[in-house]
């Protein structure tokens, strides 16, 4: 990617992320990684798979297992979704969105 198509990236992210935690209740989706970011013709970036966003508190219960944490992809996960409790807040996928673009 060129610096352009990069600042487009953090700027489509972060908005579509504004937009879903604005939304009441806020939607947490969780999964932000490169994988789950999809350009369309127009160069634009979209988030995508939302499998274990729509319902936060059911997500949480039926994916925390061995490890004790919550479904997402560890690369990409906050410090706070491993905690012994795992919590997610909009703040997991903003650091989420710092790690895809590191």
Known sequence: MNEKQIWQFIKDVSAGLDYLHSQRPAIIHQDIKPDNILIDDNGRFLISDFGISNNIELSLRQSTKDAGISAGTIAYMGP?????????????????????IY
């Not at 409790?85 to 996928?93: F, G």
């Open 80 to 100: 706070e979704r491993f905690e012994k409790r795992p919590v997610t807040t909009p703040a997991s996928d903003i650091w989420s969105l710092g790690m895809s």
